[in-house]
């Protein structure tokens, strides 16, 4: 967003500072009647999107706890009691434990190296001059509008060949890869906006680059780090494409794939409500932690949009 | 600042220039080198064979359904999305009713609410509401044939995703409920960052809400718009797009080729019917139409920049 500051045109001067002083004269009437009506049907049409964007979500919630015969019968109907069993048959049985730790195991190891190799080499790009530098940084920024499909072939040999198909320490290095342009992209406009005067004190002083990054410029990206971090998070979270292609070893399996999995193999054992409890049980820590950190998480997600 | 730099700078992009050289671009290098090739990906012999791959796309009528396809997604989930995102957006923070005495322009009552619930869906996998919306719109048992017969429309039982003419507008119905309030908060930021006086000189010029919208509003988002724009047509190009068809749609891609999209023709050509260089040629034919897609909005959208 530009914020080159420019004079406000004339009429509002005095019409802004009477608004907010007095009850204003110019024509209340037409504009009050304009915005109530306005008020009604605004309010209206943002309520049916609400109701359209959680009913499908409670939908969820409750279907998984009832049990299948009420499934297929009465899909709108409460469940009759609570059947914790689904949770339990979901957890265990259909392995969503599992499936539970190897994100947690894939997405921790990703995210904290993404964080890591994206904020050195954006810190380099953004503060020396070196031959080279423009091209590398256009080739990190490059692989955020290809599709990814075309490079998922070849992938697939790169990463076989090397061993590491369908082991959790490969898909992590696959996923920072694949996080790296957006992050570097991201966090070398930060690094830019810091001021350098800090950094050349510490130089001063005697603290190597090295030094100086860890102890003096990391601390002061973290708000960028913060930003890109649950950016980063919610994307390798989510993950679909990438495991699919890269990881089909069923023990391996990530909580995505594991769903859909399972949601295949429902079709034969039959066993909906269970999937339902699976569904609702990888949805539920996302959305809470949505919730409570619901500032950071809308900043992390706009912030590299609206650059 | 020039002691030990040259060590510093290549100490500095060794591992994550190298890690990106060897997993993103070189395999796209590679890609594009294997289209011209006959390799099947099962075993590591092939030859050249020259433009034999891009012969056959071009009389391969699953090609030209998907491209056909993948094409509509570009096209109209930007617009369908955006346009609902910048109304849901305008609504909450310009809808407000006016109190006396109060700033001329302010939010709904609750827009903060509005807010947080419309950003529900985006922070959830696309695999996981794709799971979700095809028990929803499962024929005999499932969410939204079950309103329907609620409020007494028994005799419209849509077969939904198993009906070739209503699947693909099924999928693209469930993207445009994951990524509007996606928009819908990136628009809410950039409104605010429009200085009211603007909103207050048009209003005492006697501007309509309507007029405000498309003469101050819209101009002054124009950038967050297209950028929101191009993001939009990469990811429904891409991997959104792989995510809904191959997990909702029969077959995957169908009832009938209804619903297969590029990126999901190239995941079956390559993973499936192992013909990996003919995968490539079609991931070569997605690279280019995802290309022109994002210079072509860039330059339709191209205006004067309106500085504030």
Known sequence: MKTTETPAPPPAEPGASVSKTRAPAPGPAPHKREGGVLNVFSHGVLIIWAIMVVMPLLWAVMTSFKNDSSIFGSPWALPDRLHFENWARAWTDANMSGYFLNTVLVVGGSLVGTLVLGSMAAYVLARFDFPGNRFIYYLFIGGMSFPIMLALVPLFYVVNNMGLLNTIHGLILVYIAYSLPFTVFFLTAFFRTLPTSVAE????????????????MLPMAKPGLISVGIFNFLGQWNQYMLPTVLNTDPDKKVLTQ???????SQGYKGDWSGLFAGLVMAMLPVLGAY?????????????GALK | MQHGKYRFIVGFLAVPLGLYALFVVWPFIQSIYYSFTDW???????????LDNYQRMLHDDIFWKSLQHSLLFALVLPVVTISLALF???????????R??????????????????????QVLSIAIVALLFQFAYNPDSGAVNSILRGIGLDHVQPLWLGDPSLALWCVMAVLVWSTVGFFVVLFSAGMASIPAELYEAALIDGASRFTTFFRITLPLLWDTVQSGWVYMGILALGA????????????????????TVLVLYVYQKAFRDGQAAYATTIGVALLVVTLAFAAIVMRLGRRERLEF
């Open chain 1, 201 to 216: 004190a510490a130089f001063v002083d005697g603290a190597s680059h090295t030094r100086t990054f860890f102890q003096i």
């Open chain 2, 88 to 98: 849901f957006a305008f609504m909450i923070n310009v809808g407000g009713r006016r």
């Open chain 2, 100 to 121: 006396r005495g109060g700033p001329a322009i302010r939010g709904v009552r609750g827009s903060s609410f509005y807010k947080i619930v419309y950003f529900f869906p």
């Open chain 2, 40 to 50: 099947t990906g099962l075993s590591p012999e092939f030859k050249m064979v020259g």
């Open chain 2, 240 to 259: 959104e797009s792989f995510a809904v068809v191959q997990i909702m749609t029969t077959g995957p891609g169908g009832p009938d080729y209804s619903t």
């Open chain 1, 291 to 303: 919730i409570v950190f619901q500032r950071q998480v809308v900043q992390g997600l706009t912030a």
């Open chain 1, 258 to 264: 594991g769903l859909v999995q399972l949601a295949v």
